[in-house]
Structure formats: C-alpha cells, structure tokens
C-alpha cells in the first residue's frame, strides 16, 4: 500500500509539475504572439497621429530656411544631430536661393509616412519626389533618409 501511495504522490506530483509548466509555456506563447513587444508597438502606432500635408510641409520649409540655425533644423530630423555638418554645409547653400515644397499623396505606416513632394527652386520644380517621415518625440520629422533626400539636393549629400 505505501508504494500505491507513493506511487499516487510521485504520478499527481508529475501531473502538476507538467501542468504548470504547460501554462508557462502557454503564457510565454502569448507574449511572442501579441503581448509586450506587439502591444507596445500598437500603442506607438495608435498615439501617432495622422500627418496632414501642412504639417509635413512645415517641416520641409523649416529644414529649408537658410536663416534657421543647424541646430534648430537638426530637431526637426530624427537623429538629426549626426547630420550637423550636411545641414550647415546646406544653410551655406541656400544662403541666396529659395526652395518650396507642395506636400501631396501621403501614405502612413504606424509612426512612419511616406509623401509625394513637390519640390520648387529658382531651376523649377521637381513633381512627385518621394520624402519620407517618421512620428517621434510627439512629433512628425523627416526620417535620415527624408533629410539625406533635401541634403542631396543641396549638394550637401550624406556618406
């Protein structure tokens, strides 16, 4: 009887360890499907806001103005500081030269968007060039690529 008992114990003792050890690995199964990382970045996707065209052409015309400081226009690009020497070699650039932009089709992606610009200088305008942005610190920017794009242009490229 003591061997059916301890039998019993060793076979319920067995049960519960797989039982919770199923449950664990249940639980980390929902985590890879949808938990921390995805819902964190639902949450990032739900807080950025759609981006108007003015909004990112304000952006554009800012990066733009050779009277702004590089500093200034460097907040206005994500990771932006590393681009300091480009934005000031830019400024240089645009010291007597004026550059608009017409913001057009806009298609976002979470906290990143993608717009057709037009762009319009003293040589005439460039239609449907691709500038891409992206949602950070509460705010629409230009992503590295969207800046590099306009420091192309201005003959200040990015290695």
Excluded at 73 to 91: E, F
Excluded at 107 to 127: F, L, N
Aim: net charge neutral; proline share 4%; with cysteine.
């Amino acid at each position: 009887m003591r061997n059916v008992t301890r039998t019993l114990r060793v076979s319920v003792a067995i049960a519960a360890t797989v039982a919770a050890a199923t449950v664990t690995l249940t639980g980390c199964g929902s985590d890879d499907k949808g938990s921390s990382s995805s819902n964190t970045t639902v949450s990032a996707t739900a807080a950025a806001p759609a981006p108007t065209a003015e909004a990112l052409q304000g952006v554009l015309t800012a990066f733009a103005d050779p009277a702004k400081p590089a500093a200034d226009k460097a907040k206005l690009v994500v990771d932006g500081d590393k681009r300091l020497g480009n934005i000031d070699t830019m400024n240089q650039g645009l010291s007597h030269y004026q550059v608009g932009f017409t913001v057009g089709e806009i298609k976002q992606d979470g906290t990143k968007a993608d717009a057709k610009v037009s762009v319009t200088s003293p040589h005439g305008t460039m239609p449907d060039v691709p500038m891409a942005f992206q949602y950070s610190d509460g705010a629409w920017k230009l992503s590295d690529a969207g800046a590099c794009t306009i420091l192309g242009m201005a003959r200040a490229a990015c290695q």
